[in-house]
């Protein structure tokens, strides 16, 4: 018995068609009459409509094959196709601009949010920028500020403020000066012959808050604070606490408001030499994180935060005295282990670490202990010796990338008479016959994160300027900061930069034939900290303060920020080494206290000159 599912589909269709074209029979309505127009008016008008856009597709389609085909007959590629359809989607954009307007408050929300993905794309080491080059180290200005307080052993900025700890248990907290632009001059100078001569601007630091040994906290009247030397010191990223260490064993987390001790930490078992704070907050804690490196050979983690301040893990692995400790990324440290001559990659969250191995004796003079390290994130970091050494290290590779030997320089040799007893100069020339200069150590190391910006000390009484390649492979000498002119509107041609590069490069060079003139630091340097100085963007919906530069119509000033701690010792001893040099004057042992420099942008530099004539 066949069926409708059974049927071919040429007559399943004729009887459809069938069907449908039955007249539907209603009740009160004639089939023959009103229902037959309408259904007639209906296809008539079903005819039309589909005739219609046959022939606009058509003549589209017409339109569309004579253009190709003009296009075509004009030789035109691809490429230029996509060009005319990309300028024809701007002029679509133009005209919906100018006919609905836009929103300026959205703007600068895409704006700031565009600045803080670059700000955290920074902080990760995704953002890698060349700026070394465009900074104008030798016109750098400076400023020397001091309290009565005995060796700078370390120093720490949050702008603007910087925070310096000495051998005396004292804890300062310091303001610093905001530089501005020079005035633009104007095409005849008329204006400044009329104005009154403005206000010289404050350039050394204020200081802020005081602190020495212990004192009473809270209601207990409990007495807390370092008993013995501080050594280091460090301020979370968002300037809320600041941490010491000191020869006492001792971690301290301070407020740094009021610079009150909030909580003491003792699980250290000797000195705590370094601190480091990443510079931002991990994921898995809920406070800021801290890495302490010890004279016990440990490096504790500590989480810091306003609910409370706790102790997370102590790393093993070091087999000497842990002089520096810095912050890599996310839940990661480096640290270098003095004479172990051994860098490391402190994986927390894998609980592993990478070991590098110094000491290379390919090396003139030998290197015995490592003492300084900064990171240069994601995967690079740089490290300084006792034999006057800086290395550059990738986290794949276990040995340096590369070596700058003596990179401060050698101690001139002292008098004969000083260091022979024979009466003989013949006997004393034939003893000292073998005598050689030493080379002035690294004691200080830093970097601009997410910059090719290194910055190094020593006791030469310089701090010197180096730029990683783009391909971050070799370290190239920049010279001294503010070694150079100290007029900031000299031209700085690169032929002068070339040349004072190239005598800089020179290791052998001693500071008492140097042409680098008068030394800008009287001490050693014990500490170097830095940052980048950027002009503050406004918030959303918040129209920005008109400050005195921009009244003036004066380009607001841009560069980095160089804080440095000065001594007359050594911050892990009690030697004087400045006078190696044989200084001149009532500084030629050195000064306690810190320096700060500021260093300009050549773009800038060079702007202003041209605006002067």
């Known amino acids: 018995m066949s069926s409708f599912f059974t049927l071919p589909a040429s007559q399943r269709k004729r009887k459809?068609?069938?069907?449908?074209?039955?007249?539907?029979?209603?009740?009160?309505?004639?089939?023959?009459?009103?229902?037959?127009?309408k259904s007639g008016r209906k296809t008539r008008e079903r005819d039309?409509?589909?005739?219609?856009?046959?022939?606009?597709?058509?003549?589209?389609?017409?339109?569309?094959e004579g253009e190709s085909g003009s296009e075509s007959d004009e030789g035109e590629t691809a490429a230029d196709r996509r060009l005319k359809l990309a300028e024809r989607y701007l002029d679509n954009v133009r005209d919906e601009v100018d006919d609905y307007g836009f929103d300026a408050a959205e703007i600068d929300r895409d704006l700031i949010a565009e600045r803080l993905k670059e700000d955290v794309d920074e902080f990760k080491g995704r953002v890698y920028r060349q700026i070394a080059s465009d900074l104008a180290f030798p016109a750098a200005s400076?400023?020397?500020?001091?309290a009565d307080t005995h060796t700078t052993?370390?120093?720490?900025?949050?702008?603007?403020?910087?925070?310096?700890?000495?051998?005396?248990?004292?804890?300062?907290?310091?303001?610093?000066?905001?530089?501005?632009?020079?005035?633009?001059?104007t095409a005849n100078g008329a204006d400044g012959a009329s104005k009154r001569a403005p206000r010289p601007q404050r350039k050394k630091p204020k200081q802020v808050r005081f602190t020495r040994g212990l004192?009473?906290?809270?209601?207990?009247?409990?007495?807390?604070?370092?008993?013995?030397?501080?050594?280091?010191?460090?301020?979370?990223?968002?300037?809320?606490?600041?941490?010491t260490g000191g020869e006492d064993n001792k971690l301290i987390i301070w407020d740094a408001a009021t610079l009150t001790p909030v909580q003491t930490f003792a699980q250290h078992r000797d000195s705590v030499s370094g601190l480091a704070f990443a510079r931002h907050i991990s994921t898995m804690s809920s406070g800021e994180q801290l890495f302490s490196g010890s004279n016990d050979r440990t490096i504790k983690t500590w989480s810091i935060s306003t609910a409370g301040h706790a102790y997370v893990e102590t790393l093993f692995g070091h087999q000497d005295n842990v002089t520096s400790v810095a912050a890599m990324t996310i839940d990661q440290c480096i640290s270098v282990g003095a004479r172990d001559r051994t860098a490391r990659l402190w994986k927390v969250v894998e609980e592993s670490q990478l070991i590098f191995r110094g000491g290379s004796s390919k090396n003139s003079y030998q290197e015995h202990n490592i003492d300084c390290i900064a990171p240069l994130p994601p995967t690079h970091f740089v490290t300084g010796s006792d034999n006057g050494s800086i290395s550059l290290w990738t986290m794949h590779k276990k040995k340096?990338?590369?070596?700058?030997?003596?990179?401060?320089?050698?101690?001139?040799?002292p008098p004969l008479e000083d260091h022979s007893p024979e009466v003989d100069r013949e006997t004393a020339l034939r003893n000292a016959r073998f005598m050689r200069p030493m080379p002035r150590w690294i004691t200080a190391l830093t970097t601009v994160p997410g910059t090719d910006v290194v910055l190094s000390g020593s006791w030469d009484g310089w701090v010197r300027a180096w730029k990683v390649s783009e391909d971050k492979r070799t370290i190239i000498p920049l010279g001294p900061v503010g070694g150079g002119s100290t007029d900031p509107d000299a031209p700085d041609t690169p032929s002068k930069q070339l040349e004072q590069s190239l005598a800089f490069a020179n290791p052998r060079q001693s500071l008492t034939n140097s042409h680098e003139g008068e030394p800008v630091v009287k001490g050693v340097i014990n500490g170097i900290a830095v940052f980048e100085r950027r002009a503050?963007?406004?918030?959303?919906?918040?129209?920005?303060?008109?400050?005195?530069?921009?009244?003036?119509?004066?380009?607001?000033?841009?560069?980095?920020?160089?804080?440095v701690a000065v001594g007359k010792e050594h911050r892990l001893g009690r030697y004087k080494c400045y006078s190696n040099n044989y200084s001149k004057g009532p500084t030629s042992e050195g000064r306690n206290g810190a320096m700060v420099f500021e260093v300009p942008f050549l773009s800038e530099k060079h702007g202003r000159a041209e605006d002067a004539t």
């Open 142 to 146: 400076h400023a020397f500020f001091r």
């Open 215 to 243: 004192q009473k906290v809270g209601e207990s009247a409990e007495d807390q604070g370092h008993t013995k030397s501080i050594l280091s010191v460090a301020v979370s990223p968002s300037g809320k606490f600041v941490a």
């Open 16 to 37: 459809r068609e069938d069907r449908a074209g039955a007249p539907s029979k209603k009740r009160g309505v004639d089939a023959d009459g009103d229902a037959r127009n």
């Open 536 to 563: 503050e963007s406004a918030k959303p919906n918040q129209v920005p303060s008109k400050s005195k530069s921009t009244q003036n119509n004066t380009p607001e000033a841009r560069g980095l920020c160089i804080a």
């Open 153 to 185: 052993t370390s120093i720490a900025v949050h702008a603007p403020y910087v925070y310096t700890v000495s051998k005396d248990r004292t804890l300062i907290k310091w303001e610093l000066a905001t530089p501005s632009a020079a005035p633009t001059p």
């Open 48 to 64: 039309e409509s589909i005739s219609g856009s046959d022939d606009e597709d058509a003549e589209s389609v017409a339109s569309a």
């Open 400 to 413: 340096p990338l590369y070596t700058i030997p003596n990179a401060h320089g050698f101690d001139p040799l």
